[in-house]
């Protein structure tokens, strides 16, 4: 999600074609942790495609998908080939799952009687 939001607000900030340093810039401006190959992969999908287009494709898919499916359903819709940055939304987002339990596994590891 980090470097989809630096996409975005690259984009916001009027450069309608940021490269990696622009969005290494944006990322270090607020101290995130920067992952070359997301980095990487997101501006290989975006490449010569309308944000604005890639936005909307994918309010459609997700309009068209029942929120009963769950998770399931919208990682298939993020499949799509005009969809290709949440795709790498989805990937983020289960990273920092992982990463979250790992932390709060860590948190239960003492003693009451320490």
Same mark, same amino acid.
């Given at each position: 999600m980090k !470097? ?8 916001l ?8 340093d622009d969005?290494r810039?944006?990322l ?5 942790e920067i992952d070359?190959? +997301?980095?990487?992969l #997101? #501006? *290989? =999908? !975006?490449?010569? +495609?309308?944000?604005? &287009?890639?936005?909307a494709?994918g +309010? =459609? =898919?997700l309009? *068209?998908t029942s929120m009963?499916f769950g998770?399931?359903?919208a990682s298939? !819709? ?7 940055v949440a795709? !790498?939304?989805v990937? &983020? $987002?289960k990273?920092?799952e $992982?990463?979250e339990e *790992?932390?709060? &596994? &860590?948190? /239960?590891n /003492?003693s009451?009687f320490?």
């Open positions: !470097v989809i939001a630096a996409y975005l607000l690259a984009q900030g009027g450069n309608t074609n940021p490269s990696a969005l810039k944006i270090n401006s607020v101290g995130a070359e190959s +997301k980095i990487e #997101l #501006l *290989s =999908q !975006v490449k010569g +495609k309308d944000i604005t &287009e890639l936005i494709a +309010k =459609q =898919q309009a *068209s009963a998770y399931g359903a298939s !819709v993020v499949n799509g080939a005009e969809n290709n795709q !790498v939304a990937e &983020e $987002k990273e920092e $992982k990463k *790992s932390d709060e &596994e &860590e948190d /239960f /003492f009451l320490d």
